[in-house]
Each structure stands twice: as C-alpha cells, then as structure tokens.
C-alpha cells in the first residue's frame, strides 16, 4: 500500500496566518470593550473556538461571530505568508493533491491565488464545516481505499476528522502544538513542512 492522494489544510498548515487571525480577534473583541487575548487563545488548544467567546461573555450566534470576525479580516493589511517549506513541499509531491479548508470560500478563492498556489491543487474545496464526508468522497471518486489518502493539518479537529474517514493523518504543529496533537494519536507527527514529502515517502 501506498499513498494514492495527499489531502492538505490550509490555515497553520499552509499558512502562517494565526497572527493575522489574532489581530482580527482583538479588533472584534475590542468592540465588547474586552481586553485583548494573545496568539494561543486565538488558537483554542481544546478545539473549542466558541468557548472562547463565551468565556469573554459574548453570547451572540456563531455565525455572527463568524461573519463579523471574517468580515474583519479581509480587511485587514497584515502580510499572509506561507509556512517555511510550503512550495518546496508542494512541488516535491508526485502525488494528486487537493486542498480541504474550513477557511470561508471567497477568502480562500482570493488568498490562493496571491500566495501563488492554485497551481498544485487539482480541487479547492473551502468552507467545509464537516470535512470527513469529503475526505471518503475524495477518494470514493478515485476508487482507493481510504487509507491510500493521506490528511495533512495542524488541528485536533483534522486529526478526528481524518481518522474517522479512514485515511491516514500526518499532523503538523500549527495552531495546536505537538503535545496537544499527540494526545489525539495521528499516524505520524512532523515538525514541519519540511518533513512531510519523506514521511509520505514512507507510509505503506
């Protein structure tokens, strides 16, 4: 067995975007009037970005939150980087490769095509709250087993998701750090992107 299709998040992934977010974050907070918080409480260690609001005592819809906070940020002129290692990665992967990402679909439409990268996916599929469907669909359409695909992200949330569709799941410290994936047992943990190509290499 082999890997027949690599799977990538986006955000802390791909991207360096969490600082970005955190600004957004405190812009929205700063209309409540609530202190601002720092780069780990944006990233939400216990996967639970709503906890994080209520916590703040805001008690508004999430996609009200949602909307405003993404309204927020694009908006905003904060450079979007890729992660150290990302084309070189990308390039290297004889393999089709998709990108899966809960970003909303007009920013990623927008942002995939600065950072320059539309060119290495063969499907975008954005603003997918759900991603396990997606993931056994993917590779239904390409008659593999799911475990000949592999997901690549920095989230616990990638982790479950990914395990629950029966692919294989390299995670990679991003928003959540190694100690929290690990809790969550992905198939394998890289310290970043340069890593990635020789541990698909490996999987059978």
């Not at 992934?13 to 780069?39: C, G, K, Q, W, Y």
């Not at 939400?44 to 939150?65: M, S």
């Not at 410290?173 to 100690?179: D, I, L, N, S």
């Not at 047992?185 to 290499?201: A, D, K, R």
Request: glycine fraction near 6%; aromatic fraction near 8%; charge should be negative.
């Amino acid at each position: 067995m082999s890997i027949e299709l690599v799977i990538w998040d986006y955000n802390g992934t791909l991207t360096d975007d969490l600082p970005r977010m955190t600004h957004a974050v405190n812009l929205f907070l700063e209309e409540f009037s609530i202190p601002p918080a720092t780069n780990e409480e944006v990233a939400c260690y216990d996967g639970d970005i709503w906890k994080f609001y209520l916590e703040r005592n805001i008690h508004l819809p999430k996609a009200e939150i949602g909307a405003r906070l993404f309204e927020i940020y694009s908006k905003l002129s904060d450079p979007l980087r890729l992660m150290s290692g990302a084309i070189e990665t990308l390039e290297r992967i004889d393999k089709p490769q998709v990108l899966v990402t809960k970003h909303p679909t007009h920013l990623t439409e927008r942002e995939v095509d600065e950072l320059e990268i539309r060119k290495y996916f063969l499907q975008i599929y954005s603003g997918i709250r759900d991603k396990t469907p997606l993931f056994q669909q993917l590779c239904q359409e390409r008659n593999i087993p799911t475990s000949n695909g592999v997901i690549i992200g920095d989230r616990t949330d990638d982790i479950k998701e990914g395990k629950l569709a029966g692919n294989k799941v390299i995670a990679i410290p991003g928003y959540h750090p190694k100690h929290i994936l690990e809790k969550h047992s992905p198939n394998y943990i890289v310290g970043s992107l340069w890593e990635v190509y020789e541990c698909i290499s490996k999987i059978r």
